[in-house]
Each structure stands twice: as structure tokens, then as C-alpha cells.
């Protein structure tokens, strides 16, 4: 009898599992998304395992707490919708209190049409952001190939992506940038776009190819700590999720 009802239960459990697997069959078949999917991570809050890797978050999405601006009064910068958004109402660059040497920042941002903005990074002197800091662009530059020196993910005026994967106006892009003592490397939307070795810009003024640029210090002799900001430029600009890890 024990082994009659062992055969019973075992048939009853096939009979289940190809029922179920018939189902998901015929669900596929009839074209629905049969995958498993997960809830998406809410905005500007950190994963457990970002967590785990000594990620942490520069803006909380309520507040702008930890971070200044260079005009002080300026009521340029609010917060839109869980983002931090320059409405061209004010001047004046936001920057970080702390200062960062080695690091990965992760950063999504939108551009309003024909906006100009920038990342700024291991910014000395919060005095003169463009001759002791390094910009990251941010443009509304999507479609430009081959992209330039002044186009969205290039280091201003230095070096040009090596592909142009930005969205159109208005869509949020996401932005990966690390720096590692003398090297720099910037994913945009999934895609590596950049990789800049600063020891290969030895003179003021000038780049490794030759062309000219508007620095007054070779980029091998510019701070290797500083603040990270976001520039105003005379246009809308959006950034949120901004999370850091420091590197050794």
C-alpha cells in the first residue's frame, strides 16, 4: 500500500509540473512577458549591494543638504521631483562640501533642449571651478557623430568620447565616471566612451595631439582632490541617484 501511494503522489506531482510548464508555454506562445522581473530600485537610495561596496548617497532627493554653492543666495538650484534641477532662475555652481580624490561616481542626468551643463571634479579653488577642476560636458548633443571636445561625455576642451550614446533632450541619461590617480574613464548609458591618462598632458594650454586648449595648467599638474560640482549654464539641467564610492 505505501508503495502504491508513493507512485499516486509521484504522478500527481508530474501531472503538476506539466501543467504549470504547459501554461508558461502557452503564455509565451501568446506573446505576454513570461519572464520574471523584479520592482525597480526607487530613486536616489542605495541597493544593498551598492551598500555593501562602500557606496554612499550625495543627494538624499528631498534636500540639498551637503552641498553649497558658489552665489551663495542664488535660488537657481531646487529640487524638481526628486532631482536636483538648475531652472535658470539664479547663478552660481553647485559643489560638494567634501572633497574627493580617487572615486566613482554615479550620476543620471537630463538636459532640457539646446542646455549646457557640466560635471565638474577634483575642484580646487572654489574661486575658479574652469582652471582648477575638470569638466565633465554635459550638452544636449545627442545624434552629433563623431562627437567632439565640446559634445556631451567629452573632458571640455581636452578630449572628445569616443562615441556619442546620449539620449534626446528631456530622457535621462546615466553616467559612471572613476578616477584612479592619473587615469579617468567615463561610461554613459551602459557604453565605455572615455578612457584619459592625465600624466599624456604635460604642457599648459595644449593637448597630446597637438590642438590648443583654454587650461593654464597641464592637466598631469592639476589637484588630484577636490569637489565635485554641477555647473549652471543658461539652461535646465537635471541630476539624481548622484551616489560615490572612494577608491584606494
Known sequence: MKTTARIVLLILGI????????AAAGCCAAGTDCSITTAPVADNTLTP?????????LFDGKTLNGWGCTAP??????????AIMYH??????????????NFELKIDFMVDKGAN??????WANLADPVQ??????VLDSAGKNPPGKHDCGAIYDCLAPRENPMKPALEW?????????????IKMNGKRILDMDLNKWTEPNKNPDGTGNKFNTAYKDMAR??????QEHGGKVWFKNIKIRTLD
Do not use: P
Not at 535658470?88 to 580624490?101: A, F, M, N, P, S
Not at 541619461?173 to 574613464?185: A, D
Not at 582632490?225 to 554641477?230: M, P, S, W
Open 73 to 82: 543666495d542664488s535660488k537657481g538650484w531646487v529640487i524638481d521631483n526628486g
Open 117 to 122: 551643463s557640466g560635471i565638474f571634479f577634483r
Open 49 to 57: 549591494d551598492e551598500k555593501a561596496a562602500g557606496w554612499k548617497l
Open 132 to 137: 582648477t577642476g575638470i569638466e565633465m560636458q
Open 15 to 22: 501531472i503538476t509540473v506539466s501543467t504549470s510548464a504547459f
Open 225 to 230: 582632490e577636490g569637489h565635485i560640482g554641477l
Open 173 to 185: 541619461n546615466s553616467l559612471v565616471l572613476r578616477c584612479s590617480n592619473n587615469f579617468i574613464s
Open 88 to 101: 535658470v532662475q539664479g547663478g552660481g555652481y553647485l559643489y560638494t562640501k567634501e572633497r574627493y580624490g
